[in-house]
């Protein structure tokens, strides 16, 4: 006997899927009711409820067992003591992976509010991108809390709608799932501005009765006429949502001048009948130029098909009219949903994995997009529902988000076509770059050989934060190109003080040797790492030089002594502790600027104590040389002093740069010093400065902070100013 609670559930299944797993449902209910036991919601209900409501409403839209049954447990991990682990042992992989998908991640406590829904939106578009099911849970949890959303302080209240108008409605709209769409923007709506709500809902109040005759009139006339050429079809009003209202008049419009309040709709059989009917509506009424569009044809990104067409009724008031087969139209209301293919315990329809591609090219360039709030305003753009249709030369369609310029055409066709682009003709017309893609426009991007590459002046200008990935990306391996020219340059110098030639001794066999033994994959690495000061000049040649020496049967004394680097004094006695030693004077080297974390070794200096490096430091490997003078040493872990870090940022040169690297650390009470910044080619800044850590924790947790900053290219620790 189940529950008399799960009944409505299971009946609703029943009427879609009588081979489901019920008994599997009764499962998963049973399981989460006893996680969530002595749990209540905000409105004073068992926790119970939620998870079922969720579980119900996405069986309205016809979902299989498997995501039914992670609905109700998606919530235990994450408010329970119930771990992953559990629940693939009671429920097997998939719903793990589902439930897993769902849950937000825990310890950001040093995260701030936006750093938080970053990380948490990340995890939820990997996983969407592994399985479309996680986003339908994610939605059908965020539509339940919505409907209780009064029950909630106002404070959280607004939050939660505005996360709701900014991310999970448009999220709705792009899998075409309009149902959920209308309801979370409409909700969200009346939240974020109640006088606003308050007066349309008055307003089309008062309106009513004259639209609704109108309408009533326009559909009796025309379902007349349709069953006189035999075309069986069901003829509706629809009316429009509060919040598309609103946006219309928010664009400049009065609310009488938006016609379309009330739209009529036409579902037919056959989209031969789809075609008839337009004919037909067009014959009876004047069509208004320029407002038939045909998404048959040319179907929405998020599968939606229907014509539309607006005319001039009997009243002489504009009429919206939509037509579209009963296939087209469970795919308008249930987007997704409506195309699920999955088979109890089998695989996702492939195709319908790659009609939702755009989720894949979020993750493709989140992972450049550092900043928390650059990422969630790079999601909002790529989920925000108005776009432009252009087409390539050769007549394929290219989808853009609206406002999107050639260079955002140039990237989505690919890396290097946006690299070499030097200007485009829309229409067979020269335009400049920062022209405004309008729809049905054909683009035509023109390139040249000769330019090197992107101006950061275009990270300003492009719309896509795809084609901004690709820029950074560009501009990223550039700054890498100069280093190892730098570090090139170093190496070549210093052989000319030794009076040497450089391709005696800096051959490409004895760098890669170098290279390997330094730990580095290729000799470009080596070189960057010269070029930016992670590998230090002087101990490196001493063993380019060794190597040099013992190919040749040279003596020693035939190059002159290369100068060891002068270390830098610890602030603290305290920090470091060398075994067997009580009183050992300790400086740290400037090479890599130990902090407690790091493995370190000492090594004993010509009368100077035990200079400290990082077991990872290049000079502590080219010192292994002579380990008569190695000494262990430890952090004294009592020790509770701070310690200087060297710090290299490179980023676009841009107004107010400066201002957000000190306010940044500021924020996180971090103490800042020797601040230096220059300018380069390509308008790209170099911003060196140091900064005082407790350890490397708290280092790492700063440079991944600095690198969150809007238009950072790279951020790394780096050798004091002077070493070589």
């Known amino acids: 006997m189940f529950p008399p609670e799960l009944i409505p559930l299971l009946e609703k299944v029943q009427s879609y899927n009588k081979q489901a797993d019920f008994l599997a449902i009764e499962k998963a209910y049973l399981y989460a009711a006893r996680a969530h036991a002595g749990q209540l919601r905000a409105s004073g209900e068992d926790y119970i409820v939620h998870p079922l409501g969720v579980a119900t409403i996405l069986a309205e839209l016809g979902l299989d067992t498997d995501t039914l049954v992670a609905a109700l447990l998606h919530d235990v991990v994450e408010d329970t003591g119930v771990t992953l682990d559990d629940i693939e042992t009671e429920f097997g992989s998939t719903i793990a992976r589902l439930v897993d998908g769902v849950t937000k991640l825990g310890r950001l406590e040093d995260l701030n509010k936006q750093e938080r829904q970053a990380e948490n939106l990340r995890k939820m578009f990997f996983a969407m991108a592994e399985d479309l099911r996680v986003i339908l849970i994610k939605l059908a949890d965020r539509l339940h809390n919505m ?29 075409g799932i309009s149902r959920f769409q209308w309801e979370l923007e409409d909700t969200a709506f009346r939240y974020l501005e109640p006088d606003s709500y308050r007066e349309i809902t008055e307003l089309v109040a008062q309106k009513r009765d004259v639209r609704e005759a109108i309408i009533n009139h326009a559909i009796l006339d025309l379902k007349e006429r349709i069953e006189e050429y035999g075309i069986e079809a069901d003829i509706s009003g629809r009316p429009k949502h509060f ?59 998020n599968m939606y098909q229907s014509l539309h067409t607006t005319v001039i009724s009997d009243w002489g008031d504009p009429l919206e009219i939509q037509i579209r087969t009963w296939e087209m139209h469970r795919v308008a ?28 090219s979020i993750l493709e360039w989140q992972q450049e997009l550092r900043d928390a709030k650059e990422f969630v305003d790079g999601v909002k753009i790529e989920l925000y529902p108005d776009e432009v249709f252009v087409f390539t030369p050769k007549g394929d369609v290219i989808n853009l ?35 405004v893609l309008q729809n049905g426009d054909i683009v035509e991007i023109l390139t040249s050989n000769k330019i090197k590459g992107p101006s950061p002046d275009w990270l300003k200008m492009v719309r896509t934060s795809g084609a ?35 391709h005696q001794v800096l051959n490409d066999d004895r760098l890669q040797r170098m290279a390997s033994r330094l730990n580095f994959a290729e000799i470009n690495d080596l070189l960057a ?4 000061g992670g590998t230090t000049l002087a101990p490196l040649i001493q063993k380019l030089m060794e ?8 003596e020693d004394s035939s190059i002159g002594d290369i100068p060891e680097e002068e270390p830098q004094p610890f602030y603290s006695q305290e920090g470091v502790r060398v075994r067997g030693v009580s009183d050992a004077l300790i400086r740290f080297s400037r090479c890599c600027n130990p902090v407690p974390g790091d493995k370190i070794i000492g090594y004993i200096t010509r009368g100077r104590g035990v200079s400290i490096h990082t077991v990872s430091c290049p000079n502590a490997k080219a010192l292994q040389a002579e380990p008569e003078r190695l ?22 040169d841009r107004p107010e740069l400066l201002r957000d690297v000190v306010q940044l650390l500021s924020d996180c009470n971090i103490n800042i010093s020797a601040l230096q910044a220059r300018s380069e080619k390509n308008r790209t800044a170099v911003v060196t400065f140091t900064i005082v850590v407790r350890d490397r924790q708290h280092l790492n947790a700063t440079l991944e902070r600095l690198g969150r900053i809007r238009d950072v290219f790279t951020v790394q620790r780096v050798a004091a100013p002077g070493v070589h």
């Not at 029950?151 to 709209?173: D, H, M, S, V």
């Not at 550039?478 to 570090?487: D, L, T, Y």
Request: net charge positive; hydrophobic share 35%.
């Open 468 to 502: 901004k990935s690709k820029i950074r990306a560009w501009f990223k391996k550039e700054q890498r190109e100069q280093n190892i020219a730098k570090g090139k340059e170093m190496l070549e110098k210093e052989m000319g003080r030794l009076g040497l030639e450089p």
């Open 147 to 175: 409907r209780t959303l009064k029950f909630l302080p106002p404070e959280k209240q607004r939050e939660t709608a505005l996360e709701t108008r900014e991310i999970f409605a448009p999220l709705a709209g792009r899998l």
């Open 243 to 301: 919040y598309s209202i609103y946006r219309k008049m928010q664009a400049g419009r009065t609310f009488d001048e938006i016609y379309d309040l009330t739209a009529i709709r036409v579902i037919v059989d056959t989209v031969k009948e789809c075609y008839e009917v337009l004919g037909l509506i067009h014959s009876i009424w004047r069509p208004i130029p320029g407002r038939f569009k045909d998404y048959i044809a040319m179907p929405k990104p």
């Open 547 to 554: 190597d040099y020496r013992e190919e040749h049967g040279l």
């Open 529 to 532: 790492s010269v070029g930016y």
């Open 333 to 360: 209301e249930t987007g997704i949903a409506a195309h699920w293919l999955y088979k109890e315990g089998g695989r996702p329809d492939q195709k319908l994995q790659e009609r939702f591609s755009w989720l894949r």
């Open 401 to 435: 988000p609206a406002g999107s310029i050639p260079l955002d055409f140039a990237y989505r066709i690919h890396t290097d076509l946006g690299h070499r682009c030097v200007g485009a003709k829309i229409n067979g017309r020269i335009v400049p770059l920062n022209y």
């Open 631 to 652: 000494i262990d040493v430890y952090w004294d872990e009592q020790d509770k002093a701070t310690y200087p870090v060297r710090i290299e940022l490179v980023a676009l």
